[in-house]
């Protein structure tokens, strides 16, 4: 303890006093504010779990076809059954994904294991090819193949990286090793056609017999960044030498070609992975081409998520691509966060001679949301001092603006958009064959326990 005749004069004295005293007084409100953070983090977590349980009841078994098997995908706003009921791979795969990863989580729920399984079947019996391999498109509710307007049936990347992911995810739920044996005939399927030996990465379209053929562009970053988290979900579960090969190959495309030095990602490519860009041309021909040059706000934010899955998978370490992801989401935030409202728009273009981006598609489609809140807290995990944007604050903010504007309070479920920017969304269809559950629901369960790890 001092004391004055220890040789400090009275106004030292003074001054040391008023120094202790803010110190106290800073501790005070730094616990004050910890206290609060640990209280705001509860309290989220509670609500998400408690719509998470929501989402569980409302889903399934609702969408379980019992007569034909799968799922059932069209439901109207009100949840009442709507149309054919056809199934496509990517509707199928992804709930076979959502069901087998609420049971590999909470192995209390034993009814979802039995989901997985009932997926893992109707992609078995009635989406794979058994004669040439590979997942069809798109089947009738009974499991008859759905050939494309011109009567010829085609496969693609996207909805075989899809299957590939909801048969891993079941395998690890389950331990069932027929899962594991079809998802590995997926991969090799792929591997055989669809893998480019030359210039890296695969080809989308893909006749019945599994060889590319010209649709459009022949890569894209959509298909690239779904085979990037469906290789890393299956190398998880089988750690073989070629899979790990091309998931370092696509998370080496994904982070290094598809993601420009802003922060977004280009979308087409040609055959070398030429970009298909607009950059320097004139406004008039920027505008003319926004259907193939445009920047999608809730993949890069997604993809920020997608690229650090795959290192985790690879066993990189975190700080190797955690810049890059955290410029992904930076540039998200700047460009399409809406501080009024809250939520993320869809699209926006930067054009010749403007010195700022447009937003091109103001809608804020669900999906999107739920994959920004997500990375908003993988952000806040890691940078919790980050000196321009306080992520956590931000994560708060996006979950609010979901209760807000896409909940729906009276029948459940998601909104397809915002109802801040698309109020008639409230009479929209809960579910369609590209409206389900697995990004909600794979958002969902990732906060729930990101918020259990930050609590710890």
Not at 73 to 81: I, P
Not at 90 to 96: E, G, I, K, L
Not at 424 to 445: C, S, V
Request: hydrophobic share 35%.
């Amino acid at each position: 303890m001092l004391k004055f005749n220890e040789g400090f004069s009275a106004n030292t004295v003074r001054y040391l006093i008023i120094v202790l005293a803010g110190c106290l007084i800073t501790s005070c409100q730094t616990s004050t504010t910890e206290n609060q953070s640990v209280q705001q983090r509860q309290e989220i977590a509670s609500e998400i779990d408690s719509v998470l349980v929501d989402q569980y009841n409302l889903w399934y078994p609702r969408t379980v076809d019992n007569k034909y098997g799968g799922f059932l995908s069209r439901y109207s706003h009100d949840w009442q059954s709507i149309g054919p009921q056809d199934k496509m791979i990517v509707t199928q795969a992804r709930h076979t994904w959502t069901a087998s990863k609420v049971a590999y989580r909470d192995p209390s729920r034993k009814d979802f294991v039995k989901y997985g399984k009932h997926g893992f079947d109707f992609l078995r019996n009635h989406m794979w090819d058994e004669e040439y391999g590979g997942f069809y498109t798109s089947v009738t509710r009974e499991g008859e193949v759905t050939p494309d307007d011109d009567g010829v049936i085609r496969k693609g990347l996207y909805g075989n990286a899809f299957g590939i992911y909801g048969l891993a995810s079941y395998y690890q739920a389950s331990g069932d090793s027929a899962a594991l044996v079809l998802a590995r005939q997926a991969f090799e399927w792929l591997d055989k056609g669809s893998y480019d030996h030359e210039h890296g990465g695969y080809f989308n379209s893909l006749t019945r017999e599994g060889e590319p053929y010209e649709q459009g562009y022949p890569k894209d970053y959509n298909s690239g960044i779904h085979i990037l988290e469906a290789l890393a979900e299956l190398y998880q579960v089988w750690p073989d030498q070629t899979v790990r090969a091309r998931l370092y190959d696509m998370f080496r495309v994904v982070r290094d070609t598809f993601t420009t030095d802003r922060g977004y990602m280009n979308l087409y490519f040609r055959e070398d992975w030429t970009p298909v860009v607009y950059t320097d041309s004139s406004r008039a021909v920027q505008e003319q081409n926004l259907a193939t040059d445009h920047i999608t706000f809730g993949h890069d934010i997604e993809t920020a998520f997608l690229i650090l899955e795959a290192a985790h998978a690879l066993d990189f370490s975190e700080d190797s691509v955690l810049t890059h992801a955290k410029k992904m989401v930076d540039h998200t935030i700047d460009k399409a966060w809406d501080e009024e409202e809250g939520g993320f728009y869809d699209r926006g273009y930067y054009f010749q001679g403007d010195s700022e981006i447009t937003i091109t598609d103001s809608s804020k489609v669900w999906w999107a949301q739920a994959e920004a809140l997500h990375s908003l807290l993988i952000m806040a995990r890691h940078f919790p001092d980050d000196p321009e944007y306080n992520y956590f604050d931000l994560f708060a903010r996006q979950w609010e603006y979901i209760k807000n504007y896409l909940l729906d309070p009276r029948h459940g479920g998601w909104y397809e958009r915002g109802l801040d920017e698309d109020p008639d969304m409230r009479e929209a269809p809960k579910a369609t064959i590209w409206k389900g559950n697995y990004h909600t629901m794979r958002a969902l369960l990732r906060c729930k326990q990101l918020l259990q790890d930050m609590g710890q």
